[in-house]
Nanobody
Framework: QVQVVESGGGLVQAGGSLRLSCAAS????????IAWHRQAPGKQRELVAG???????KYADSVKGRFIISRDAAKQTVYLQMNSLEPEDTAIYYCFVDAYGEGYWGQGTQVTVSS
């Protein structure tokens, strides 16, 4: 059974940093493409950053230069380092795991950035 669990959210002041973690189990982690999405109140869920099984990364324009996605195969975990946070980054952040074409979402972790 595939499980996706996010952690690391919280309340931070503008300009601060947070690191989110996404732990995946029940998959062949090294073969999975993994992405972070976020959903702010009243808005659609949007892609924030993704990392392929080969380590290629992509970012939304709004977070380029501020966020870094990485993966640790030994821990079966993907991280999202978020720096220079802005109030506009406030949202629930979800991890999405693409395991051989099957998609799995985590429950989300709340990030709140105060001005």
């Amino acid at each position: 059974q595939v499980q996706v669990v996010e952690s690391g959210g919280g309340l931070v002041q503008a300009g601060g940093s947070l690191r989110l973690s996404c732990a995946a189990s029940g998959t062949t982690f090294s073969a999975d493409d993994i992405a972070w999405h976020r959903q702010a109140p009243g808005k659609q869920r949007e892609l924030v950053a993704g990392i392929s099984s080969g380590g290629f990364t992509k970012y939304a324009d709004s977070v380029k230069g501020r966020f870094i996605i990485s993966r640790d195969a030994a821990k079966q975990t993907v991280y999202l380092q978020m720096n220079s946070l802005e109030p506009e980054d406030t949202a629930i952040y979800y991890c999405f795991v693409d395991a051989y074409g099957e998609g799995y979402w985590g429950q989300g972790t709340q990030v709140t950035v105060s001005s």
